[in-house]
């Protein structure tokens, strides 16, 4: 088995000279080349080892309290302890006030080491950004350093039986009583529902205050303990059994009269609930490249040491050498690589502040393209493997089970595409993007993106002559994303000088284009098919 090392080398040359983060004023790479080689060290020391064991032994639901696999309450403690939770948490509240861009390079290397206890740690930051934005000056005082020390963990609340996707169908009802909230219903899928980590829970929970379809649902805040002590009445009735992610406790939460407070405006949930979504989803993204990278780390060490066949000069060779096996692992590496850029991009854009537009045409083509590109990496892993892929011993076939969820969790990737073909074809940030690309080919020169760019254009044209477009939603998704990553992969191309492994970058990238200038074309064109 391959222990876990983070890929720290990738993931600064990303931000550094890819995504554009030296551009940023408080950027201080040297600052977070330090902090994320403190994480690295503790995440390949302390929390990859429970990643294997913790697939194993799963979670267990005893008289009510969910118990986690042994070792992860210890190691979340240590987590604590270091400060991570509060990374991003202002100093006012007893965080460390770091970048959000610091929040990315600690959340791949996690996820990449055990995506399952990522996942139950993972919405801390969304749930201090939303105490933040909408939160009274109590609540936050109450909550948010709970959150940043490690005493509290946060749940997102929102699916329920018959309404996922279409939140319009949440039935769990919030009653005003004379001393507060009460919290009627049952929520499913939610992750972390309980665990036995962390002193308390705080669920952000959906809830419906009038029947006024979206606008009568309303965000509360319903912690695992009253005030005087006492369990609050959420009740975990099962825990799902899953494909992967057997550490992470997927729970059925039962809300029977739950003390509960109103965070925001009554009838506004969905704008406060969105602001911990769209860090989910772009953390989601970052869970996708964490496994592609992984995928790669196993499949290249493997292939370099496997003998097999012999070479022009009858000689024995390690498979690394054979032509399909290279090229497969050049596509894991192009996988992550590439998906990396746009989630990086997408985090980039967000810091510099003046780019919503931008980073709200991003985030679904990050979530769709990073997830599907880890699920195709782990698949390509597992052949590289040939028959021990397909065993336990080297751990591929976990890290394919565990990245499947991804391209359906936080929004199947067919519901983001959609939204790009659809919701925002005729607004801002779909002419965000084209500016985009268009500096790209003013800066670059570059005729492959001058070319990805007028395909682009055709397609979109032809989407907004349909009265619905939906019908063309991946293909146009499809041809979207190669235009993007055309223009990342020149970026990639031109810096790879700066990576501690040049050769490996120009060649990685000069695949990568040369495979989208040969299916590019067919994106468009099945657009013209379908329409």
Avoid at 499 to 526: C, D, G, T
Wanted: glycine share 8%.
């Amino acid at each position: 088995m391959k222990p876990f090392a983070a890929p720290l080398d990738d993931i600064l040359f990303s931000l550094d000279h890819v995504a554009g983060a030296q551009a940023l004023a408080d950027w201080d790479r040297e600052t977070i080349s330090e902090i994320a080689s403190h994480f690295a060290a503790f995440a390949e020391g302390e929390i990859a080892p429970l990643d294997e064991p913790g697939d194993m032994q799963g979670c267990r639901l005893e008289n009510g309290r969910v118990r986690m696999p042994d070792g992860f309450a210890a190691v979340f403690k240590a987590y604590a302890e270091q400060g991570w939770p509060g990374l991003t948490t202002p100093e006012a509240y007893e965080g460390q006030g770091m970048s959000p861009l610091m929040l990315a390079v600690v959340s791949e290397i996690f996820s990449g080491a055990n995506q399952s206890l990522q996942m139950v740690t993972g919405l801390v930051p969304g749930a201090v950004r939303t105490l933040l934005n909408f939160g009274n000056e109590a609540q936050k005082t109450r909550y948010i350093p709970a959150l940043a020390s490690g005493r509290t963990l946060a749940t997102m609340c929102l699916t329920e039986p018959g309404a996922g996707s279409d939140l319009s169908r949440v039935r769990c009802r919030a009653e005003k009583t004379a001393d507060g909230w009460r919290i009627h219903g049952e929520k499913i899928f939610i992750s972390g529902g309980d665990q036995d980590m962390s002193e308390q829970i705080l669920h952000l929970v959906l809830a419906r205050t009038s029947d006024d379809g979206v606008k009568g649902l309303s965000l509360f805040l319903a912690p695992s303990e009253r005030a005087d002590g006492a369990r609050n009445a959420i009740a975990v009735t099962r825990i799902e059994e899953k494909m992967g992610l057997h550490a992470s406790p997927t729970c059925q939460l039962a809300f029977d009269a739950a003390e509960a407070e109103l965070i925001g405006d009554e009838g506004a949930g969905l704008a406060c609930m969105f602001t911990m979504m769209n860090h989910a989803r772009a953390d989601v993204a970052l869970q996708g490249v964490a496994h592609a990278a992984r995928a790669h780390d196993v499949a290249s060490a493997y292939a370099a040491e496997r003998v097999q066949g012999r070479g022009g000069d009858g000689q024995p060779i390690t498979i690394d050498q054979h032509a399909d096996v290279r090229r497969m692992l050049d596509e894991i590496d192009g996988l992550a690589l590439g998906g990396r850029a746009i989630a990086h991009l997408a985090f980039v854009a967000m810091e510099q502040g003046a780019q919503d537009d931008l980073v709200e045409f991003l985030t679904p083509i990050a979530k769709a393209y990073c997830t599907e590109a880890g699920m195709r990496a782990a698949e390509l892993g597992v052949q590289i493997l040939g028959g021990y892929g397909y065993l336990r011993e080297y751990r591929l076939e976990q890290t394919y089970r565990d990245v499947r969820i991804s391209a359906i969790y936080e929004g199947a990737n067919g519901v983001h595409e959609r939204a790009l073909a659809t919701r925002l074809l005729k607004r801002p940030p779909t002419a965000a993007f084209e500016q985009f690309v268009q500096a790209e080919q003013n800066r670059l020169g570059d005729a492959d993106i001058a070319e990805a760019l007028t395909r682009w254009r055709a397609g979109r044209d032809l989407l907004l002559t349909l009265p619905d477009a939906s019908p063309l939603a991946h293909d146009y998704t499809q041809l979207t994303t190669a235009t993007l990553l055309t223009c990342l992969w020149a970026r990639i191309e031109a810096a790879a000088d700066a990576h501690p492994s040049p050769e490996r970058i120009k060649r990685v990238a000069r695949k990568a284009r040369q495979r989208l200038r040969a299916f590019a074309p067919a994106y468009l064109a099945q657009l013209n098919t379908v329409a």
